[in-house]
């Protein structure tokens, strides 16, 4: 499974961004979509995670009610709406896969075994 994150960039505290994940070389499976994000000097934390097909999402509490996981269908990007953004949620953020038979997706990291190269949120004061 290849994975390409994109639309990382600065904001402004309060502000806006939608992050999106390609996800190629898994079609006739079902795959785990999951957003990690590591901030400097910490560790890398789970966000959020959705089931494609199927669409069962998972959220970490960090970003529950401000983040959002979508995907349209099966072979598009999935999505990672961040809003009312805050400075602690300066971060690269990656998106890794896993294949699972399960109904749900979980958001620690184990099991995910293909991994994007991250983009990188900034938030400003």
């Known amino acids: 499974v290849r994975l390409v994150e994109s639309g990382g960039g600065s904001v402004q505290a309060g502000g806006s961004l939608r992050l999106s994940c390609a996800a190629s070389?898994?079609?006739?499976?079902?795959?785990?979509i999951g957003w990690f994000r590591q901030a400097p000097g910490k560790e890398r934390e789970g966000v959020a995670a959705?089931?494609?097909?199927?669409?069962?999402?998972i959220y970490a509490a960090s970003g529950q009610g401000r983040f959002t996981i979508s995907q349209d269908n099966a072979k598009s990007p999935a999505y990672l709406h961040l809003t009312s953004l805050k400075p602690k949620d300066t971060a690269m953020y990656y998106c890794?896969?896993?294949?699972?038979?399960?109904?749900?997706?979980?958001?620690?990291?184990?099991?995910?075994?293909?991994w994007g190269k991250g983009t990188q949120v900034t938030v400003s004061s």
């Open positions: 890794a896969g896993a294949f699972v038979s399960r109904p749900g997706c979980s958001i620690s990291e184990a099991g995910y075994a293909n």
């Open positions: 959705i089931r494609t097909p199927g669409g069962n999402t």
């Open positions: 070389g898994y079609t006739g499976y079902t795959l785990c």
